[in-house]
């Protein structure tokens, strides 16, 4: 905001802007010159502008990282594959309040099941489809959080986090029930 020279006062952007808009259509134009194409084309140019950098100004304020209510990911979420050494089986449920559960179980030599790991915490879902997840281990009694990345891509919650021997990333992808 300025101050105006006149002594008005402060005076908003967009009221600076219709002051303007005013003034310019009080101006006495020739109608030969006021009917013509390339006036017209001018004008519909700048209209268009400032409709397209008004349409970016919008689109700058939805931003991608604005927190969204948990209910938008609530639900059970069962594994579906996994990418790297990761889980063989497993469930993840989101609640509307932003509680979360991961229950997962890993392959063994010979073909069996790893008892089940249990890691709780709470998440936050943004407009972009991030999931921030917060999760603590051995049923939440670790002091340890762990972070992985995740995304929420329709009905896919996909989990992504280093191998702990140095491998490529794990992936592990969740489809909603």
């Known amino acids: 905001m300025r101050t105006l020279r006149n002594g008005t006062g402060l005076r908003s ?14 101006r006495k134009v020739p109608a030969s010159i ?16 400032r409709c397209a950098l008004v349409l970016i100004v919008l689109a700058a304020c939805g931003r991608s990282d604005s927190v ?17 050494r990761g889980a063989a089986s497993g469930i993840m449920v989101l609640s509307p309040t932003g ?21 709780v915490g709470t998440f936050r879902l943004t407009a972009g489809g991030v999931v921030e997840l917060q999760l603590r281990e051995d049923g939440g009694r670790s002091s340890n959080v762990w972070q992985p990345r995740a995304t929420l891509t329709g009905s896919v919650l996909a989990l992504q986090y280093p191998d702990p021997a140095d491998g490529p990333d794990i992936v592990e992808s969740y489809r909603r029930q």
């Open 99 to 119: 509680d979360v559960a991961r229950r997962v179980r890993y392959a063994q030599a010979g073909g069996t099941q790893s008892q089940e790991y249990v890691d």
């Open 34 to 49: 006021e009917n013509s194409p390339e006036i017209r084309m001018r004008y519909s140019r700048q209209l268009s502008l």
């Open 13 to 26: 952007a967009l009221g600076d802007y219709r002051h303007r808009a005013e003034v310019w259509h009080s």
């Open 68 to 84: 969204l209510s948990p209910h938008f990911a609530q639900g059970t979420y069962t594994l579906e594959s996994v990418h790297g």
